[in-house]
């Protein structure tokens, strides 16, 4: 097994998600998608921060918001961004194995945050917050929810390309498919960081 990865290490450029024409293309084409995606949150952003304070005499974001779930949440994201930093450097060292260990583990802790993001959901609507009770519950369903469908969409990505790629190494292929990929993840988990600011803190202070 040690020789095995020798020979990957020795086989593998630097950085080989950027090692093939390929590869650099995918890069330079997922800039321009985050860039896309940037301007959709951006929108949401504002759409949010325009109703805010719109309740209708529903319930308010004083009303529902618990920092301590939202902190535990936050923690779960920010700790799966680094569980992918880890998977990188060991792409980049050619260890197949913990590349694919370290995946998992995103994984792992993204679907722990989208089962604490239900729940919170779950618990918002029993206390009479539907999407349709202000212009606040739809602003706020639409802002969360679009990011919770984001990290649905990178679970399921990361999951495809460890099923995928579980067996027969790193190559100048597959590499460029992690790198995008936890580009994605890092990606949104800056977009949370920006929600638990503007739409928790915010909310709860006032």
Do not use: C
């Amino acid at each position: 097994m040690a020789a095995d990865h020798a020979i990957e290490r020795q086989s593998l450029p630097p950085d080989p998600q950027k090692a093939t024409l390929e590869g650099r293309n995918k890069y330079l084409g997922f800039w321009f998608f985050l860039g896309g995606e940037t301007v959709l949150f951006g929108t949401l952003f504002g759409t949010f921060l325009g109703l805010r304070s719109s309740t209708e005499g529903g319930p308010t974001a004083q009303d529902l918001f618990h920092l301590d779930l939202v902190f535990i949440m936050t923690m779960i994201l920010l700790t799966s961004s680094l569980t992918s930093v880890f998977a990188v450097i060991n792409m980049k060292r050619g260890n197949h194995k913990k590349l694919i260990l370290w995946m998992a583990g995103t994984v792992i802790l993204g679907a722990a945050f989208l089962g604490f993001e239900i729940y919170e959901f779950v618990v918002y609507y029993n206390y009479g917050l539907g999407f349709t009770v202000s212009a606040f519950a739809s602003s706020f369903y639409t802002l969360v929810g679009t990011h919770g469908a984001h990290v649905a969409f990178g679970v399921g990505w990361i999951t495809t390309l460890l099923i995928r790629y579980r067996k027969g190494g790193i190559t100048l292929s597959n590499a460029p498919k992690f790198y995008t990929a936890v580009l994605y993840w890092h990606f949104i988990d800056v977009v949370w960081v920006f929600i638990f600011t503007v739409v928790y803190l915010l909310g709860v202070g006032g």
